[in-house]
């Protein structure tokens, strides 16, 4: 496993580099070994397929964009990560702002057709809560697949996510504590 972890890496290096001299094919095969996981990765963060999707999409703009610019090869799947989790925040502010803003227009107009006065805190709470994926939050979902399932180092995975070293180590902690706890509540039931 560790050779093909290795030789794929290889691969992925070689492919950044020609896509960098210009070699579009080559750029066309990188997105194709990655299309699938970057897609994934964005998935466990919006928790919706179309979002995965449209973030992807957004991810390989900027990633088109801005190859030329990567100066460490090896860098490219932290990276790549990373651009897709930004893409991924900013479509879920988006949705949050839209889902506020609707929430808000349904109680003005609840307010309007009942003549009550209704508490629109009430309604934002749901605003806030994101769906979890797979009963775990977004952020520990996507620091446990990055570092167990793309094999990538907690330092990967800072970058991947754009934070700090300590708080890929806490997502992990609380992943697993909660993993662990989902594993107790299966065997008791």
């Given at each position: 496993m560790a050779?093909?972890?290795?030789?794929?890496?290889?691969l992925d290096e070689f492919l950044v580099i020609a896509a960098q001299g210009g070699d579009a094919g080559a750029?066309?095969?990188?997105a194709h070994r990655w299309q699938r996981k970057l897609v994934a990765h964005a998935w466990r963060m919006t928790g919706n397929m179309e979002q995965a999707h449209d973030a992807a999409q957004t991810g390989w703009l900027e990633i088109a964009a801005g190859l030329r610019r990567l100066t460490d090869e090896r860098a490219f799947p932290a990276w790549a990560y990373r651009i897709v989790s930004r893409a991924c925040t900013r479509q879920i502010a988006g949705a949050i702002r839209h889902r506020q803003l609707s929430e808000q227009l349904a109680c003005?107009?609840?307010?309007?057709m009942q003549g009550a006065r209704v508490d629109p805190d009430l309604h934002l709470d749901a605003a806030r809560v994101m769906g979890l994926i797979q009963?775990?939050?977004?952020?520990?979902h996507s620091a446990i697949a990055l570092f167990y399932?793309?094999?990538?180092?907690?330092?990967?995975?800072a970058v991947a996510l754009d934070?700090?070293?300590?708080?890929?180590k806490t997502r992990l902690l609380h992943?697993?504590?909660?993993?662990?706890?989902?594993?107790?509540?299966?065997?008791?039931?």
């Open positions: 050779m093909a972890v290795g030789e794929n890496r290889v750029f066309n095969l990188l003005e107009e609840l307010v309007e009963r775990l939050p977004p952020d520990q399932l793309e094999e990538m180092s907690v330092a990967e995975v934070i700090p070293v300590g708080t890929v992943a697993r504590r909660r993993l662990r706890s989902f594993l107790e509540e299966k065997d008791h039931a």
